[in-house]
């Protein structure tokens, strides 16, 4: 089996930022006893909360990702504070970076990132009956741009490669939302 291959030896970071920590792990591998390192970042549990509108359209944020170094159009979202439940950082994350509130949101799902190399979760959640209250206060480092789009559109949003992210992606197939075909 191939949890039993693995033997943590060591973890040692060598990297701290507020996003993430990067740790150096060290395991044994059986059955040769082959030692190897490992990267991996530990990082905060995030959130996205797809926001849906009376009228039946979904608030998005377009924003610059460095990463990719490009614009990306997705759902709100972000890392949830220390000692914060996940619902309650979906509200949040929704009003700071739209403007929008809802009632309460429903929980969709939790995926792992990228499990290969990061420890955390994404919590994905819909907030249905979105309302406009505020101006968005985004965190300083963010310039954000809100648009809405019918619910109906999100399938061709996803198909004609507008809409890229994959967990904005995950977080509309969790919610019902798939394209016929990519």
């Known amino acids: 089996m191939p949890?039993?291959?693995?033997?943590?030896?060591?973890?040692?970071?060598?990297?701290?930022?507020?996003?993430?920590?990067?740790?150096?792990?060290?395991y044994r591998l059986a059955p040769d006893g082959h030692e190897?390192?490992?990267i991996r970042l530990v990082c905060a549990d995030w959130v996205n909360v797809i926001p849906v509108t009376a009228e039946g359209?979904?608030?998005?944020?377009?924003q610059y990702r460095h990463g990719v170094r490009?614009?990306?159009?997705?759902?709100?979202?972000?890392?949830?504070?220390?000692?914060?439940?996940?619902?309650?950082?979906?509200?949040r994350e929704l009003l700071e970076e739209t403007g929008?509130?809802?009632?309460?949101?429903?929980?969709?799902?939790?995926?792992?990132?990228?499990?290969?190399?990061?420890?955390?979760?994404?919590?994905?959640?819909?907030?249905?009956n979105c309302k406009l209250i505020s101006p968005?206060?985004?965190?300083?480092r963010e310039r954000i741009e809100v648009v809405t789009y019918p619910l109906v559109d999100v399938p061709r949003l996803i198909r004609d490669g507008t809409i890229r992210h994959s967990l904005v992606?995950?977080?509309?197939a969790l919610y019902g939302i798939v394209p016929e075909s990519m």
């Open 136 to 140: 968005p206060e985004p965190d300083p």
């Open 3 to 26: 949890d039993k291959s693995w033997t943590l030896l060591s973890s040692r970071g060598v990297f701290e930022h507020f996003i993430f920590n990067l740790e150096f792990d060290l």
């Open 169 to 172: 992606i995950c977080a509309f």
């Open 57 to 62: 359209d979904v608030v998005f944020v377009r």
């Open 70 to 91: 490009e614009i990306s159009l997705e759902i709100p979202g972000g890392m949830i504070d220390p000692g914060e439940a996940p619902d309650t950082a979906a509200l």
């Open 100 to 128: 929008f509130a809802a009632p309460s949101v429903r929980r969709l799902g939790d995926l792992w990132p990228n499990p290969a190399i990061q420890n955390n979760h994404c919590h994905l959640f819909v907030a249905e």
């Open 36 to 38: 190897s390192e490992f």
